[in-house]
């Protein structure tokens, strides 16, 4: 088996007395979709965000490729290849969604401090834009304002910036909200072909998009891990379902 | 330097901070509550400080100058929060700055025009005046040191109001909260008229109390609103423990740098730069103080942690 | 409505239309009300980078503006008084030419914008705008008990300091020279905004978690941004005090950072043209208003809160049908 692209190991984190994850080690291999699931309040988002830098663990560790990443902050450990999309889009609603997704190209090729060029004669910036949103199936929409766009197509503008990244590992914190079932299939077509670009860490209520993708789950119930496996071995795990499958179901 | 003169100035630098209090105590409730950065307040300092100037003139009551002070600020308060305010709860900083900045203008205007541009006095009653002689055989005006105790009080009442009332309870509910205050059936509205009355109420109270020892003038609260900011700033927005305390560090900080720090450069330089250098010095010190808490504590001391 | 670009330059011939009136009807003083707004102007194009692009409240803009009058002040003062400038073990001569002075006030404001900005910005939101306003007061206070160049009476500068070609005593002159400044700080601004620079500042004002997540730190991105800002701020001071010929504390008071933003809000928060044509506005509400009553600031405060309650975009923003950017 090849080596892990991100793994936890043993991540905690309180707030007062709220025990939000608790001893959380995870992996995420080359090609996997790995979904997390659970109730709400489980602990999925403060895992998110222990991993991708925006909360300090009060304990474990994050390996990303290997190296340790703990100390790094937000935008150091996406520069390291971690794309992530956020449950409640992150978008600049006054700008067009070209100008959404050069931000992540502009992220990914580190030209910030060009204060001259006019951003849309920067061919590779706009080239590596328009490619991602081509990829999720907004080609025909790049300069529309993103505050005219649909629920459905924002999502996909959040997958598209990540995309900008070329990441080594996707974040993915429920790419599938709020989506009617038209939407979830057509996101669901589309980080299937990702995985082989990179790895999705995948945290999703809707089942259906879970089972459909994921390689890997694993349940997070009171911020523990309760299983960790195959879809078919989670399907059968009598703990899963009592503590969670069995309430959904 | 005497021990006596030290003790004198931490006195007057603990006056200062009262008074500052009385101000940072109503715009951190107001903003802890409602959210809003009301630039305004200092112009609800003024208001008070000219009411009072204006019944004592008529009457010669200084009691009744005071309760003036505090009617009229509190009117004002309320009048404004109800015509203007209320509508910028929810409205984005920039507009708070900019309406609650239009206000000062039509504010400071406007008392100009009714009252002159002329600064005017208002004098400490006859009972309050004069020194009194501490333990110690410090004396002291009595005038600033009954400031003190008024300000003192006040920081124990409210204290008690926030942590001891029905009324308080509904306060803190609206800091965490909105919602949850409105579902428990408070008038959310009236709630906010209340508090920003009463914050103006402690703003023309302090505007008074001052007016006495300086004089009463359009623009005397625009500089003792950015220092009531310097206080908050340190003590942590919404704290109102931290605007006490906050208050007295300023207030020392001030003082005590003023008279302190030009005889400290004397130490070293020829007297005259000194006296420029430490002068200049000190009216930098709180903001010193300021920076170096925000580099320890970018919240302030008793502000909520990011 | 109207189109934005074509308002824009609708608004600079104008701007250059009046003082040439001006001229032809032998009408001086309006040439001098056109200079002073095109430098105040000048001074809100260098806030809107911070506050418009970047969503920067700063209250302390006043700041740059009096350490660019302070620049010019202090130089001038040395070359009138032919003393030498004492700089830390340095003997400077003084100087009466205008670009040197410029550069300085520049490089100074945007080295206090540096430390102020470093600061301020560990911060965000109210704190943010009580502290620059607070950073304000105190350079404030220091102008005030620095004696050494005038102190609370400021300085005065004799003669207006020169440009080479270019006779700056006459009124149209020096007009010119503030003008073709502020088209060229607009021209900077335009190209900024487009930069990939001016839209990672945009994205840092509107999701600053997005920014963090594509990698790039928009703290950093703003404090550039903020240092940019007041060294145009700072320029738009150091001519402020040339038209003057005087440098006085007021130039850092909280009064004039106030009104700065008001400037751009007058205007339209965000638009390439919201300062020239809010400091236009200004001046000739100032002029007209000041002249009616000496209690003016009445109603340009019930205009203020008459656009912030109801017309949010400014004037630019009900000509051309835009919302102001959200800060």
Request: net charge neutral.
């Amino acid at each position: 088996m090849s080596d892990p692209v991100l793994q936890t190991f043993g991540l905690s984190k309180s707030f007062a007395a709220l025990v939000a994850t608790d001893d959380v080690s995870i992996d995420l291999r080359p090609s996997e979709i790995h979904a997390i699931i659970g109730p709400n309040g489980a602990g999925k988002s403060t895992l998110i965000k222990q991993i991708t830098g925006e909360l300090r663990s009060d304990s474990g560790h994050v390996e990303l490729l290997g190296q340790g990443v703990d100390r790094l902050s937000v935008p150091e450990r996406a520069r390291l290849g971690l794309g992530r999309t956020f449950q409640i889009s992150q978008l600049a609603m006054e700008d067009t969604v070209i100008e959404n997704a050069m931000l992540g190209a502009i992220g990914a090729s580190g030209r910030v401090w060009r204060l001259w060029q006019p951003v849309l004669s920067a061919d590779e910036i706009r080239e590596r834009a328009l490619e991602a949103l081509t990829r999720v199936g907004l080609g025909d929409h790049v300069h529309t304002t993103c505050a005219a766009l649909s629920h459905g197509q924002r999502r996909q503008l959040e997958v598209a910036v990540a995309l900008t990244l070329a990441p080594k590992a996707f974040i993915m914190d429920e790419p599938m909200a709020g989506l009617g079932l038209e939407g979830s299939k057509q996101l669901v077509t589309l980080l299937d072909g990702l995985r082989t670009e990179a790895p999705i860490l995948l945290v999703e209520h809707d089942m259906d998009a879970v089972f459909a993708l994921a390689d890997r789950i694993s349940v997070l119930v009171y911020g523990r891990i309760l299983a960790t496996g195959t879809v078919a071995e989670i399907r059968a795990n009598p703990d899963v379902r009592k503590a969670y499958l069995g309430e959904v179901a | 330097m005497s021990a006596i003169l030290i003790l004198e100035q931490v006195l007057n630098g603990i006056q200062f901070g009262v008074m500052l209090f009385l101000m940072a105590a109503g715009l951190t409730l107001i903003f802890g509550v409602m959210g809003l950065i009301n630039l305004a307040h200092g112009s609800l300092y003024m208001v008070g400080a000219f009411a009072a100037a204006a019944v004592a003139g008529a009457t010669g009551s200084f009691l009744l100058a005071l309760i003036a002070a505090l009617a009229a600020a509190a009117l004002a308060g309320a009048v404004i929060e109800m015509v203007v305010i209320r509508r910028l709860y929810a409205s984005a900083h920039l507009d708070q700055v900019l309406a609650t900045f239009a206000l000062i203008l039509v504010f400071s205007e406007g008392t100009r025009w009714v009252f002159g541009s002329f600064p005017l006095f208002l004098d400490i009653p006859d009972v309050l005046a004069g020194p009194v002689t501490l333990p110690g055989g410090i004396e002291y005006p009595l005038y600033r040191l009954t400031l003190i105790a008024i300000g003192l009080a006040i920081a124990a009442g409210l204290w008690w109001l926030i942590e001891r009332t029905r009324i308080g309870i509904q306060i803190r509910a609206g800091e965490n909260d909105r919602e949850m205050i409105a579902a428990l059936g408070v008038d959310i509205s009236r709630l906010y008229t209340l508090i920003f009355a009463l914050g103006a109420a402690l703003a023309g109270l302090a505007g008074a109390l001052v007016g006495a020892i300086q004089s009463v003038q359009v623009g005397m609260g625009e500089p003792v609103l950015i220092l009531a900011f310097v206080v908050i700033v340190i003590g942590g927005i919404g704290s109102i423990k931290g605007a006490f305390i906050g208050a007295i560090l300023v207030g020392l900080t001030d003082t005590l740098g003023g008279v302190f720090l030009p005889p400290l450069f004397k130490l070293f330089m020829e007297p005259s730069a000194a006296t420029q250098t430490g002068s200049a010095l000190s009216s930098m010190l709180i903001y010193l103080l300021m920076s170096l808490v925000l580099i320890w504590r970018p919240t302030g001391l008793f502000g909520a942690r990011a | 409505m109207i189109s934005e670009r074509y308002l824009n330059a609708l608004v600079l011939l104008a701007f250059l239309a009046i003082p040439v009136w001006a001229i032809l009807a032998d009408e001086p003083f309006t040439i001098t009300l056109a200079t002073r707004a095109a430098i105040l102007a000048l001074a809100a194009v260098g806030l809107n980078i911070a506050l418009g692009i970047g969503g920067l409240v700063s209250l302390g803009h006043a700041v740059f503006f009096g350490i660019g009058g302070y620049a010019m002040g202090i130089l001038a003062f040395h070359a009138q008084t032919y003393t030498p400038l004492e700089l830390g073990g340095l003997s400077l001569a003084g100087t009466k030419s205008m670009p040197v002075v410029w550069v300085v006030a520049m490089i100074t404001s945007a080295l206090a914008a540096l430390g102020i900005g470093v600061l301020s910005l560990r911060t965000t939101g109210v704190y943010f705008i009580m502290i620059t306003l607070a950073f304000g007061q105190m350079f404030f206070y220091f102008a005030i008990s620095w004696s050494a160049y005038g102190g609370e009476d400021g300085l005065s500068i004799y003669v207006r300091n020169e440009f080479p070609g270019i006779n700056t005593l006459v009124p149209i002159q020096f007009f010119g020279v503030c003008f073709v400044i502020l088209c060229i700080a607009l021209y900077l601004n335009a190209r900024l905004a487009a930069s990939p620079f001016g839209l990672a500042l945009n994205a840092s004002r509107q999701v600053p978690a997005r920014v963090e997540a594509v990698g790039l730190n928009p703290t950093r991105i703003k404090l550039l941004a903020f240092v940019i800002s007041g060294a145009l701020t700072g320029l738009a001071g150091a001519l402020f005090a040339d038209l003057n010929r005087f440098v006085s504390p007021t130039m850092f008071s909280w009064q004039l950072s106030g009104e700065l933003i008001v400037l751009v809000i007058l205007g339209g928060v965000g638009r390439l043209m919201g300062p020239v044509v809010g400091a236009a506005l200004f001046v000739v509400l100032e002029h007209w208003l000041g002249g009616l009553t000496e209690f003016w600031h009445i109603f340009l405060g019930a205009i203020l809160l008459v656009i912030v309650l109801f017309a949010r975009g400014g004037v630019v923003g009900l000509l051309t049908g835009k919302e102001g950017a959200h800060v």
